[in-house]
């Protein structure tokens, strides 16, 4: 069974940073597709981050993170990462690492809890 265990989030004031961490139990690169996910309360999940690992390591962002929030990962570490900068309040959710295909995410993370003051 594969695992996906987040770490890194936190309470952090406006115009701060956090970064995020997922490790993975299976290599890495044995996932097409990798990503980041956030729910706020009342609110539908939302992707915030895609890294296509293979073939091209395309990334792809919504306008709302674009030029602040960073996808990547070290294969030698298994792990992914998302690197945000400039937090808005409005950032503030459960961050989900999520592992899968370009159809469909098979494996999801426990979660990570960021809140962004103001």
């Known amino acids: 069974q594969v695992q996906l265990v987040e770490s890194g989030g936190g309470l952090v004031q406006s115009g701060g940073t956090l970064r995020l961490s997922c490790t993975t139990s299976?290599?890495?690169?044995?996932?097409?597709?990798m990503a980041w996910y956030r729910q706020a309360p009342g609110k539908q999940r939302e992707v915030v981050a895609r890294?296509?690992?293979?073939?091209?390591?395309?990334?792809m962002y919504p306008d709302s993170v674009k030029g602040r929030f960073t996808i990547s990962l070290d294969g030698a570490k298994n792990t992914l990462y998302l690197q945000m900068n400039s937090l808005k309040p409005e950032d503030t959710a459960v961050y989900y690492c999520?592992?899968?295909?370009?159809?469909?995410?098979?494996?999801w993370g426990q979660g990570t809890q960021v809140t962004v003051s103001s």
């Open positions: 890294l296509r690992s293979r073939p091209d390591g395309a990334t």
């Open positions: 299976a290599n890495i690169f044995s996932f097409p597709t």
């Open positions: 999520a592992a899968g295909n370009s159809i469909r995410m098979n494996y």
